[in-house]
């Protein structure tokens, strides 16, 4: 067993051991991977299920079931791509996703570094406001907000609907406010830990806050907000309620709200239902597979997030 | 630790005897921000502030506020007339799908707490153990996380659904999973929970790397058991995380929506407060006042466990 342990990567045990605890018997070990295997297995299985559907033909496994083999092909892809106009949603997505998380991190990182910077009594205060209301219960505050939505008049060249609502601007904002305390919280801690002495020198050199912030703050917050990125790019993506109820116009739905209107086309038809399934998490599943180490960084420097 | 000096500095305001030793005090620093630093740092706090007070903490207010009105949603804001606690009244004695959301949301609740988070403590102690192919494990239970719960929904779909679904190719039954009442609510559980334990096994592996090797070790010359050093040791030292976790349960659970909105927009056998409130206002009966009333039960219920979940963080924070 300890032959295993030497020849582990380097990489993937941070906390190295120089002896073994205790000496493993190799049966205890050897259940203990047919265990974990067959829960991987078990939680990869509706995933793997999902793209295997989405590959076969609807004729084949209307005529075969789904228990059997054969019937190949991409069509369902094509078909799905075409009939969902999945093209255009994703374009819908990237308008919403990449503004909203440039927006939230540059406006939490500014909180977070006063928060951070000074010793002010009301930063407390402030804190738990940002962190508060990304823990809140998003359809608790649907009346209101829908009712301010419908109200809040945009011009045309914004938006065709001439309102907040079933505009990108008010989805944008809206995400923007409740991710914003996520991203405060963990920023704030991160910028905690940095030497106060940077500040110090910066001041001496007579830095202003505003320089203090972009070019003393920021450029060591790299990591923090490359792994803060990559959570707020998946989440947004993700994100399903204020979509579905902040939108009308169907042509200007997000992808994964859109999933929806997909439903009652697919109906009759779980193989088209499987590839538009696997287009949607095609991008969530590149991040995940790319960025997997910020992605995981992210959700455990905050330890939280509802 | 880096809040040491901040602390000292605080105090240097009050005796300016120490201002030598701490030239961070809070007074002198003020006096040293030119004009544009104080605009600048009142702009870099106000601006993201007004975002989240006008979209988030009024709307909450307003929500409390209309809960206690017959405000139609259509008619100006004159015509709302008080009603006190009329629509609570309503919302428990004459509204037939308040009780079984209640007990749906009770449900998920209890399965996610009694079965899928100590499944997710479960695997992140095993996982924490040295054992190849740990990474491969990881990556295979935390996938689901990534994944919407709307796309989650989609993903089940497969295995439930009536006639093309897995689950009775193999099982030859004829069970609407989705559809039917009596089992619909727990078909969805089971596709709920299968994301929360990644998200739990990840929350406590995290916790399970930082706790100190050391406190293990001694357990072991102690001679205990595994099992008894990590329920005595290992488990009590964790506690930061076991509160963290406890808070993303209930919230969790409290606003699952997603999954049940896009089966059937929470109905039959599914329905949810989160469901309740948004088929009120966006559904065919724009019932303000009553769906107000839901909308506050679930703000208080999430506010007593956000105060708890804060109290932990930010004491965490201070250490």
New interface residues.
Partial sequence: MSA??VT?PPA????A?PA???RPLRPA?VV??L???A???G??F??L??VL?SLRSYAY?AAN???SFGGWTFDNYVTAWQTAEFGKHFLNSVYITVPAVLLTLF??S??A??IAR???KLN?V????????N??????????????FTEVPLPEFMSDSELLYDSYWGLI??N???Q??FC??VLS?YM?????DL??AA?VDGA???RQ?WQVTMPLCRPALAALATLEV?WI?????WA??LMRTGDKFPV??S??NL?GEFFTD?NL??A??VL??IP??V??FLL?KQ??KG??LG???? | MSDLPLIQADHAVSSPATTTTSPGGRGRRLRLLSRTDRVVITLMVLVPLLLVVALVWLPALATVALSGTDWDGIGPLSEIDWVGGRNYSDVVNIYPPFVPAMQNNLLWLAALFVVATPFGMFLAVLLDKEIRGSRFYQTALYLPVVLSLALIGFVWQLIYSRDQGLLNAVLGGQTDWYGDPNVNIWAVLVAAGWRHVGYIMLLYLAGLKGVDPSLREAASVDGASETSTFFRVIFPVLRPINIIVLVVTVIESLRAFDLVWVINKGRNGLELISALVTQNVVGEASRIGFGSALATIMLAVSLVFITIYLAVVMRENRR
Avoid at chain 1, 12 to 15: E, I, L, Q
Avoid at chain 1, 135 to 148: A, E, G, H, V
Avoid at chain 1, 303 to 306: L, P, T, V, Y
């Fill in positions: 295993s342990t582990r993937s045990t941070p906390t051991k073994p605890r205790r070990r203990l991977h265990f974990l295997g829960v991987a297995v939680w990869l509706p995933i299920w999902a559907t496994t079931g789904y228990v406006l939490a500014c909180v570094f006063v000074f010793s002010w407390i402030l804190l738990g406001l940002f962190t508060a209301a823990l809140l219960p998003q359809q608790s505050l649907l009346i209101p907000l829908f009712r301010i904002l809206v923007v406010a409740f914003c305390g405060v919280f801690n905690k830990a940095l030497p106060r500040y110090e001041m202003s806050i505003w912030y998946t993506y993700n994100e399903f309620f579905t109820v994964t709200s999933l929806n439903r779980n239902v499987s538009g399934s949607v998490a969530t599943l991040i995940f997997q992605f995981v959700l455990t330890a939280s997030k509802g």
